[in-house]
């Protein structure tokens, strides 16, 4: 399993160690599904658990488009994978999903997400609310900090399970 990450920084301004942390941790999901096939990212953790790691890149992919396009910037775009009808869409459809689409799609969101962040201060103000509230673009970005370490522990015993292999 090949790490090229950039490991966070020790230290900078605020918006730079938000950066650092949330890159090590979208490229820590990269690295936990690197040198996979299509069917080992398929596989599901135990039964009756829908987890994968296809349905976690999927799932991030949606996280990040929600998130910077739809609450921050205010996109009149659909959710992905058909989510509005079925919430658990993106882990549950995994079976016959493209895995170069899904990827593709992770990276091309993780892109559109990088630029809006980098055009807004810390304390701008998402254009869509969430659950009745104002959300921050400092918020947001903790708030993807901890949902990319989350799933990136699942995916860790994910990965071991596949093929033995571990790391931070």
Not at 20 to 37: D, F, I, N, Q
Not at 109 to 120: C, V
Request: net charge negative.
């Amino acid at each position: 399993m090949t790490d090229n990450r950039m490991p966070p920084v020790f230290s900078g301004d605020e918006r730079t160690v938000l950066n650092s942390w949330l890159e090590w941790h979208r490229a820590t999901l990269a690295v936990k599904c690197a040198g996979l096939s299509d069917e080992q990212l398929r596989e599901r953790a135990v039964p009756p658990s829908n987890l994968s790691l296809l349905g976690l890149v999927r799932h991030m992919a949606h996280v990040e488009r929600a998130w910077f396009r739809r609450n921050i910037a205010d996109e009149d775009i659909p959710l992905l994978y058909g989510k509005e009808t079925n919430p658990d869409a993106d882990f549950e459809e995994v079976d016959t999903a493209s895995v170069e689409e899904a990827f593709a799609t992770w990276q091309d969101e993780m892109e559109r997400a990088r630029k809006i962040s980098a055009e807004l201060p810390l304390d701008a103000m998402a254009k869509r609310q969430r659950d009745g509230q104002d959300v921050s673009h400092r918020r947001i970005l903790v708030h993807l900090i901890q949902e990319y370490a989350r799933h990136n522990g699942q995916a860790d015993l994910l990965r071991e399970r596949i093929d033995g292999v571990t790391g931070e």
